[in-house]
T-cell receptor, first 110, second 114 residues
Framework: EDQVTQSPEALRLQEGESSSLNCSYT??????LFWYRQDPGKGPEFLFT???AGEEKEKERLKATLTKKESFLHITAPKPEDSATYLC???????????FGTGTRLQVFP | AAGVIQSPRHLIKEKRETATLKCYPI?????VYWYQQGPGQDPQFLIS???????DKGSIPDRFSAQQFSDYHSELNMSSLELGDSALYFC?????????????FGPGTRLTVL
C-alpha cells in the first residue's frame, strides 16, 4: 500500500535554531514528491517539487532534498513566521491524486 | 498572481440537507481536484476532472457528486449531509499541458454540519 510518513509530528524551535523535517515514503512508482506549507484554516501553499533522488531545491530559509526512500525539508535559521504545518505529498503513476503525510507542526519561538 | 477561488468560504448546514461547493481554477489550469480535510488530519483525495471529464476517483461517498463545466470551474454537490461530513474542503488546480501533477490549492470551504 502506498504510504507517506512524516516525522516528527510536532517541532518546537528557538528562532535561529536550524533543523530538519523528514518525509519517508513507500510507493509503487514515484512520479513526484511535493512539499506544502499550511497555516491554520487555510489551503496548502505549494513550496517544492522533487522528481529524482539527489535532487535539491531551495527557497529562502528552506531546502528540500530527495533520496529513494525519503525527503528532508531543512530549515535554516528559522523565524517565527515560519511557524506552520509542513505537509509532504507524493504523486504516483496511474493516478491523479496526491497522497499526503500527516504533516509536521512547526512552532518557532522568538 | 491569480489563485484558486472557492465559494462559499464557510457553510453551515443541518443533517440531511444538501450543499454545493464551487471552485474556480487558476486561469489556464485545466485539471481540478477536490480534497477533504478533517480536523487534525491530512487532506484526502475525493475526485478530479480533466477537460470536463472525471479523471480519477478517491474516497468520495456516493452521496457526493461533482462535475467540471466548460469554463473549467467545478462544483461539488453533497446530499444527505452527515455530522461526519464537517471538514475543510479544498479545491486544487493544475496547469494545462503539464504532466508533473503540481497542484495549487484554494483557501478551502469550511463545512459545518449540525
Amino acid at each position: 500500500e502506498d504510504q507517506v510518513t512524516q516525522s516528527p509530528e510536532a517541532l518546537r524551535l528557538q528562532e535561529g535554531e536550524s533543523s530538519s523535517l523528514n518525509c519517508s515514503y513507500t510507493v509503487s512508482g514515484l512520479r513526484g514528491l511535493f512539499w506544502y506549507r499550511q497555516d491554520p484554516g487555510k489551503g496548502p501553499e505549494f513550496l517544492f517539487t522533487l522528481y529524482s533522488a539527489g535532487e535539491e531545491k531551495e527557497k529562502e530559509r528552506l531546502k528540500a532534498t530527495l533520496t529513494k526512500k525519503e525527503s528532508f525539508l531543512h530549515i535554516t535559521a528559522p523565524k517565527p513566521e515560519d511557524s506552520a504545518t509542513y505537509l509532504c505529498a507524493v504523486a504516483i503513476y496511474n493516478t491523479d491524486k496526491l497522497i499526503f503525510g500527516t504533516g509536521t507542526r512547526l512552532q518557532v519561538f522568538p | 498572481a491569480a489563485g484558486v477561488i472557492q465559494s462559499p468560504r464557510h457553510l453551515i448546514k443541518e443533517k440531511r440537507e444538501t450543499a454545493t461547493l464551487k471552485c474556480y481554477p487558476i486561469p489556464r489550469h485545466d485539471t481540478v481536484y477536490w480534497y477533504q480535510q478533517g480536523p487534525g488530519q491530512d487532506p484526502q483525495f475525493l475526485i478530479s476532472f480533466y477537460e470536463k471529464m472525471q479523471s480519477d476517483k478517491g474516497s468520495i461517498p456516493d452521496r457526493f457528486s461533482a462535475q467540471q463545466f466548460s469554463d473549467y470551474h467545478s462544483e461539488l454537490n453533497m446530499s444527505s449531509l452527515e455530522l461526519g461530513d464537517s471538514a475543510l474542503y479544498f479545491c486544487a488546480s493544475r496547469p494545462a499541458g503539464t504532466l508533473n501533477n503540481e497542484q495549487f490549492f484554494g483557501p478551502g470551504t469550511r463545512l459545518t454540519v449540525l
